[in-house]
């Protein structure tokens, strides 16, 4: 058959095994070969993905579901249509995206700055309120951003993340940032990210969400 692997040993019958579905592959399981998911764990899966153009916002809200424990949001290359904005980043839950009850803390400097600064929120309306803290839209000025979601589908506890950017801002100097919370609205299961300027729109940029397996 097309496709097919054809295996033997010393006289024993050729065999075929079959590619089974996208993804698997070919195992051992001590007496016979056969295609199954690749084991291992530990491996990011790519689950979602848009290109922003001079959008309104960006959303990644594709297969946020209990088939994860972390998902990972990354944000590459994002230029910002108008000068000296920030970023923010906002929950899905019950389809719709909430405005209250973000609970974080942050410490971001700049490079013309000596020192770390400090800011936290007990009731927020967004997830991260300075996400490319002041980013400038000269060219070449763009933001890149990791954020970690830890059980967004578990309705036994709230959805928390750690995240970290880095951007350039509207004076020219680099802006990094570390931040972490909580969002204590509800225990409802996320579903959704949503990513967008306190003003204008998202110029360009390259949005991934991802998956990390459970074993």
């Known amino acids: ?3 097919n692997v054809l295996i033997g040993a010393g006289a024993s019958a050729i065999t075929s095994i079959a590619p089974g579905a996208d993804g698997q592959v070919l195992t051992s399981t001590g007496t016979v070969w056969q295609s199954e998911a690749a084991g291992g764990g ?7 993905s848009a290109t922003a153009s001079g959008s309104a916002n960006v959303q990644l809200d594709q297969n946020i579901d209990t ?3 972390v998902y990972l949001v990354e944000m590459s290359k994002v230029h910002s249509a108008s000068d000296s904005v920030d970023g ?3 929950l899905e839950s019950g389809g719709s995206y909430s405005t209250t009850s973000y609970h974080y803390c942050i410490e971001y400097q700049s490079s013309d700055a000596s020192g770390f ?3 936290s929120s007990t009731g927020d309306d967004n997830l991260w309120t300075s996400a490319f803290r002041d980013i400038g839209n000269g060219a070449g000025r763009v933001g890149n951003l990791e954020l970690f979601l830890f059980a967004p589908a578990d309705t036994s506890s709230y959805t928390t993340w ?4 880095i951007s350039i801002n509207g004076s020219g100097n680099a802006s990094f940032q570390v931040s972490g919370g909580a969002w204590d609205s509800s225990t409802a299961a996320v579903t959704g990210v949503q990513f967008k300027f306190n003003s204008g729109n998202v110029a360009s940029g390259e949005f991934r969400l991802y998956g990390l397996a459970l074993s």
């Open 1 to 3: 058959t097309a496709n």
């Open 42 to 48: 530990g491996a990011w899966t790519l689950l979602d």
């Open 67 to 69: 088939t994860y424990d």
């Open 88 to 90: 923010h980043i906002l």
């Open 117 to 119: 600064t400090s800011g």
């Open 162 to 165: 750690l995240g970290r950017s």
